[in-house]
């Protein structure tokens, strides 16, 4: 059932002993959002946790004792920024990706309402927005602590306000968490400013990759898993790649396999418009936002690369670009 913000709020209200998921490779909105809800429900006595996978170092303080571990002991299963159970990230538990959700709170147009209750905002930027709105209907205090988790789910998910996703709104619950003492310019130094050798690494090898297609419509970086190997980065690190095809003048989609394994490949699609990013994903299995969308794919990297070159080229062929 699709349920409003202030329906959320008395759902949580009621609630005790909550486990919080997010989906698997779980990026700033997904750390972010959960930690925001965890710490908001733990301030108002609540006994809460979330269950993770493995995400990037530069999200590990935003979790800091929020871990569920493996004796926690809940009634409840609340995902975060997740739009199908296919994608569920659980963590350390023993739960599965088709375990009883109570509550989804959302901001993915794909949500494919899996949950008992969904509460989905897709003009939210960010499911960091809509956890904010719902802490604010539950009159819980925001903390610098809750604002610095909030501020990150923004950030990250707009890439630092530059997105076609950003809003007002967006700004202004930015704004509201800088006055509410989150330390901005420290977390934009971390998320946006600062990266590893081992990334910088990957990253001058991928642009090496960049292959341009359909009359330089489509841009294409495939990063092998000798690329992964030779780098030595650490999966949860290579997120902004995705982002890098799409940078170059007169491209439509962006497009990032990465051979995570051998013979499994995540693919990540970036489009400007009139480009649909979701429409490509979903002829593979996956899904997101009309410009950011991704999907998983069995087969090796050459493979990944020929099919979802294929259905790109029908969405540029179906928006009249080539
Ligand atoms: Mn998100």
Known sequence: MRITKSEAAEILLAMDNILILAHENPDGDAVGSTCALCKGLRSIGKNAAVSLEKFSKNDEKLAEGLIATADFNYDHIIAVDTADNRIMGVGETSLNKNCEVELCIDHHISNIFYAKNTCLDEKAAAAGEVVYDILKEMNIEITKDIAECIYVAVATDTGCFRYSNTTAKTFRTAADMADLGAD???????????????????????????????????????????????????????????????????????????????????????????????????????????????????????????????????????????
């Open 184 to 322: 901005v310019a420290a977390i934009n130094k971390i998320q946006f400013e600062t990266k590893s050798k081992e990334y910088a690494a990957i990253e001058k090898m991928a642009i090496s990759s960049m292959q341009l297609h359909f009359d330089g419509k489509c841009a294409i970086l495939a990063i092998t898993n000798e690329m992964y190997v030779e780098s030595n980065v650490s999966d949860s690190e290579t997120q902004p790649l995705a982002s890098l095809p799409r940078q170059i003048e007169g491209v439509y989609a962006g497009i990032t396999v990465k051979e995570k394994k051998k013979g499994m490949c995540r693919i990540s699609v970036r489009t400007n418009a009139p480009v649909n990013a979701s429409k490509i994903a979903s002829y593979l299995g996956g899904g997101g936002h009309s410009m950011a969308a991704g999907c998983s794919f069995e087969g090796s990297v050459e493979d990944a690369v020929k099919t979802v070159l294929a259905y790109t080229e029908k969405e540029l062929k179906e928006s009249g670009l080539i």
